[in-house]
């Protein structure tokens, strides 16, 4: 199984601010690495996959990196609506598919 | 917009069984795979289980195989997963994914609650 290694856990910034979220895979899973937005009372919503491919919809200001086994979710310049916990997730080997713990980026 | 709408989910006693149901619609439903994704209170995300399109094949996590049952109905566009022998650790909520592996479109999710 492929662990998925988030951090930090939490993120405290404000908005504006430039987000970095790192997501460190066990054994490499190519690029097939997707990242997920998580609000409170919400359905996940996916924000890249492969990567660095945007999902349909998703503002240019999240954008994807990496390769392997190391990988970045960075967040331009945070809105208020940006506020919320993040998933990475790897489709490389799977079952089982697998998720990172989440990253939280709350205000600060 | 592809809607997808869990159904099912409730209290149950430690080591009953619940069905949860997924109606699908504004796609093409027989075309995906479809999965279940649950999130315990508190927890992250966890992958439950994917069936192909067609129904002939099923995949599960670990903590579920032999205890869940993933299965679709294409003539009414319904995915359900059986849970049986349920657990305290399985109380979550679930939500039913299109694709079975890049997550694009998820339900709103139903919750299950084990606990006597």
């Known amino acids: 199984e492929i662990v998925l290694t988030q951090s930090p856990a939490t993120l405290s910034l404000s908005p504006g601010e430039r987000a970095t979220l790192s997501c460190r895979a066990s054994q490499s899973v190519n690029n097939y690495l997707a990242w997920y937005q998580h609000k409170p009372g919400q359905a996940p919503r996916l924000l890249i996959y492969d990567a660095s491919n945007r999902a349909t919809g998703i503002p240019a200001r999240f954008s994807g990196s990496g390769s392997g086994t190391d990988f970045t979710l960075t967040i331009s310049s945070l809105e208020p609506e940006d506020f919320a916990v993040y998933y990475c997730?790897?489709?490389?080997?799977?079952?089982?598919?697998?998720f990172g713990g989440g990253t939280k980026v709350e205000i600060k | 917009e592809v809607q997808l709408v869990e159904s099912g989910g409730g209290l149950v006693q430690p080591g009953g069984s619940l069905r949860l149901s997924c109606a699908a619609s504004?796609?093409?439903?027989?075309?995906?795979?479809m999965s279940w994704v649950r999130q315990a209170p508190g927890k992250g995300l966890e992958w439950v289980s994917a069936i192909s399109g067609s129904g002939a094949t099923t995949h599960y996590a670990d903590p579920v195989k032999g205890r869940f049952t993933v299965s679709r109905d294409n003539t009414k566009n319904t995915l359900y997963l059986q849970m049986n022998s349920l657990r305290a650790e399985d109380t979550a909520l679930y939500y039913c994914?299109?694709?079975?592996?890049?997550?694009?479109?998820w339900g709103q999710g139903t919750l299950v609650t084990v606990s006597s």
């Open positions: 997730q790897q489709r490389s080997n799977w079952p089982p598919l697998t």
């Open positions: 504004r796609f093409t439903f027989s075309s995906y795979a």
């Open positions: 994914v299109k694709n079975s592996d890049i997550f694009e479109n």
